[in-house]
């Protein structure tokens, strides 16, 4: 009934566990949803960071983050991602403010200038029988024993000690294709929060990374049953209040059969003019 996907990223599986009818909406039909000012500032301060980490390890200061900043704010003012969030000039200015908060708030985590990284945004992926596994790593960097280590920026605040475990079951993820990819399994996994300023470290296992393929394949079955079937179930629970596909959400009372149309005449608005 809908075509079955042939890729699965980490964010991907997470959606589909989180809600199976949103699923559908956004990576079946492929429906965009209008950007939200959490996810622009997430990829504005990561692109900051970027920058950063393209200067050698002793210019990383907090000054040349701050030409960073500049350069990533003057890209993204002509981005969609950010144009469309139609922000007034007050609620800009607190965007932005916000952004170059995150961004001094990393400098109190670490020292950028010694950190000994061997890739920025790296797109990486691998077969699991007919799925490709796809993910985009934020910093991989050797350790002090010259072993890999993954580290992944987080905008938003840290987990609590409940959720804590699904979202390292995410990061795991990034330990199976660097040992697809690289042959060499990451010897630590850091999540670091810069909103709150606190960082969650993994060790991977060869459990945990078998963990990964069997629990993606066991999604990606669900998902290829769910396209024959055509039955994606909508999973009601804390998401629903910022789903931007609520209005043709069944357990809301609405037509999903609708939602690829009116749903970008619905989020169209949203554009500045
Ligand atoms: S409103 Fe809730 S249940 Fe409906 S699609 Fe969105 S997340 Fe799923």
Known sequence: MYPVPTSMSPSRVEAFTACPMAFRFASIEKIPEPPSAHMTKGSLVHRVLELLYM????????????QAFEQAVSEYQLDPEFTMLALDPAQEQAFFDDCWSLTQAYFAMEDPALVREIGLELRLEAQVGDLTLRGIIDRLELDADGKLVVTDYKTGRAPGLKYEQSR??????????????????????????????????????????????????????????????GNFRPREGALCGSCAFQPWCPAFGGDPSLAAVEAPLRFRPMAPA
Request: charged share 15%; net charge positive; with cysteine.
């Open 168 to 229: 390292l079951a995410g990061v795991h993820f990034y330990s199976f294709l660097c040992e697809a990819v690289f042959g060499q399994r990451p010897a630590a996994i850091r999540l670091m929060y810069l909103r709150t300023g606190e960082t969650i470290t993994a060790t991977p296992s060869a459990q945990s990374v078998k963990f990964i393929t069997t629990r993606t394949t066991a999604v990606w079955k669900a998902v290829e049953k769910a396209c024959q079937t």
């Open 55 to 66: 200067q050698p390890a002793t210019a990383r200061t907090i000054q040349s983050a701050a």
